[in-house]
Nanobody, 123 residues
Framework: VQLQASGGGLVQAGDFLRLSCKAS????????MGWFRQAPGKEREFVGG????????YYADSVKGRFTISRDNTKNTMYLQMNSLKPEDTAAYYC?????????????????WGQGTQVTVSS
């Protein structure tokens, strides 16, 4: 199983980025997917998640209204559209896959993790 996150970069406050998470080696549509982030010296935190069919999404309060998660099960790929980026969004972003039926907001239940992609937002 491999989750490959990509799309990170260095942007200015107010800019946007789109992250992708390409999955292989698993039946993608059977997994709830999540995005987490981790800044230096901080714990990994939930950003958002999406149900298996893509019909349900959940977001942390800190990103609600600015970030949008989607998935394309035909491409085994999940996306994170990040708009109106803030310096506090700076972190390594990780995608994760979970066989549970519901989106978990803590890292523990997730079975597989990607390697992370760095997002840096300058003020």
């Amino acid at each position: 199983v491999q989750l490959q996150a990509s799309g990170g970069g260095l942007v200015q406050a107010g800019d946007f980025l789109r992250l992708s998470c390409k999955a292989s080696g698993l039946t993608f549509s059977s997994y709830v997917m999540g995005w987490f982030r981790q800044a230096p010296g901080k714990e990994r935190e939930f950003v958002g998640g999406i149900g298996r069919s893509g019909g349900s999404t959940y977001y942390a309060d800190s990103v609600k209204g600015r970030f949008t998660i989607s998935r394309d099960n035909t491409k085994n790929t999940m996306y994170l559209q990040m708009n109106s980026l803030k310096p506090e969004d700076t972190a390594a972003y990780y995608c994760a896959a979970d066989l549970s039926k519901k989106v978990a907001t803590t890292p523990g239940p997730y079975n597989y993790w990607g390697q992370g992609t760095q997002v840096t937002v300058s003020s």
